[in-house]
């Protein structure tokens, strides 16, 4: 299960995942996209189900996670993939409107489909979640502040689930990435392409593949091993703000 599947590195997850053999239950808010993902990996013989979902809505995750059909209900791993920034801006300035969007769905979304899906892989006695994290999970920049606490906050839910759900037989990694061109930064600035690219101006960053990549290799790995963390980053980048940006 693929959460915020409908672009950048939950899209890419799903065609890593279903490279590798699984099948896909794919949900994200943009339904005719997941659509669109969905008939191109059926036309290459991956099996799909898709749904729309907006993790932020408690209500909508429970109902949708309790409805699925038997032969979907037996998650082996979840990718807790959506997630969002929004603005840039110094704290005293910032938009909580924007705040609340982040926290909603960077933190309370991912505990709300983790809550739903995990129970199960403990009875089962087996399953991987897989949570989408961030470099500014493990550094703070300038005016990321929100942000950087929502991936923070990912970061100590990692470590708080695999203490809890040490010796249940399920397993849990955090891949952190840093600079990777996706919408990211056109959704960061609330649909400003020009700045948006200036982000990536000079610099070669990771691609959604370069993520999904990483995601396959935690997942496949024999039961008796687990990727606690993966922070991956471009070469080009050494910290959040020190990069290395060459004349174009």
Same mark, same amino acid.
């Given at each position: 299960?693929?959460?915020g599947?409908s672009?950048g590195i939950?899209e890419?997850c799903?065609?890593a995942l279903?490279?590798a053999?699984a099948?896909?239950l794919l949900?994200?808010?943009?339904?005719?996209?997941?659509?669109r993902?969905?008939?191109d990996?059926?036309?290459r013989g991956?099996e799909t189900?898709?749904?729309?979902?907006?993790?932020?809505?408690?209500?909508?995750?429970?109902?949708?996670?309790?409805? =699925?059909?038997?032969?979907w209900?037996?998650?082996?791993?979840?990718?807790?993939?959506a997630g =969002?920034?929004?603005?840039?801006?110094?704290i005293?300035?910032g938009s909580?409107?924007?705040?609340?969007?982040m926290?909603?769905?960077?933190?309370k979304?991912?505990?709300?489909?983790?809550?739903?899906?995990?129970?199960r892989m403990?009875?089962?006695?087996?399953?991987?979640?897989?949570?989408?994290?961030?470099?500014?999970?493990?550094?703070?920049?300038?005016?990321?502040?929100?942000y950087c606490?929502?991936?923070?906050a990912v970061?100590?839910?990692?470590r708080?689930?695999?203490?809890?759900l040490?010796?249940?037989g399920v397993r849990?990694?955090t891949v952190?990435?840093g600079?990777?061109?996706?919408?990211?930064?056109v959704?960061?600035?609330?649909?400003?392409?020009e700045?948006?690219a200036s982000?990536y101006?000079g610099?070669?960053p990771l691609?959604?593949?370069?993520?999904?990549d990483?995601v396959v290799?935690c997942?496949?790995?024999?039961?008796?091993?687990n990727?606690h963390?993966m922070?991956l980053m471009p070469?080009?980048?050494a910290?959040s703000t020190?990069?290395?940006?060459?004349?174009?």
């Amino acid at each position: 299960m693929i959460t915020g599947a409908s672009s950048g590195i939950g899209e890419a997850c799903a065609h890593a995942l279903g490279d590798a053999g699984a099948r896909l239950l794919l949900c994200a808010r943009r339904v005719v996209r997941l659509e669109r993902l969905a008939a191109d990996l059926r036309a290459r013989g991956i099996e799909t189900h898709l749904f729309q979902l907006d993790v932020r809505d408690r209500g909508g995750v429970d109902e949708a996670i309790g409805t =699925l059909p038997d032969a979907w209900r037996a998650i082996d791993i979840l990718v807790n993939n959506a997630g =969002l920034s929004r603005g840039l801006d110094a704290i005293q300035e910032g938009s909580l409107d924007d705040w609340e969007e982040m926290i909603d769905t960077n933190v309370k979304g991912l505990l709300y489909v983790t809550r739903a899906v995990v129970p199960r892989m403990v009875e089962r006695g087996r399953g991987h979640v897989v949570n989408i994290g961030s470099i500014a999970g493990h550094e703070v920049y300038p005016k990321g502040n929100v942000y950087c606490g929502t991936k923070h906050a990912v970061r100590a839910l990692t470590r708080g689930m695999q203490i809890d759900l040490n010796g249940t037989g399920v397993r849990v990694t955090t891949v952190d990435p840093g600079m990777v061109e996706s919408e990211f930064s056109v959704v960061r600035f609330h649909g400003d392409q020009e700045r948006a690219a200036s982000v990536y101006k000079g610099v070669t960053p990771l691609a959604p593949s370069d993520v999904a990549d990483a995601v396959v290799y935690c997942v496949t790995r024999p039961a008796h091993v687990n990727i606690h963390e993966m922070l991956l980053m471009p070469t080009d980048q050494a910290t959040s703000t020190i990069v290395n940006r060459r004349s174009t």
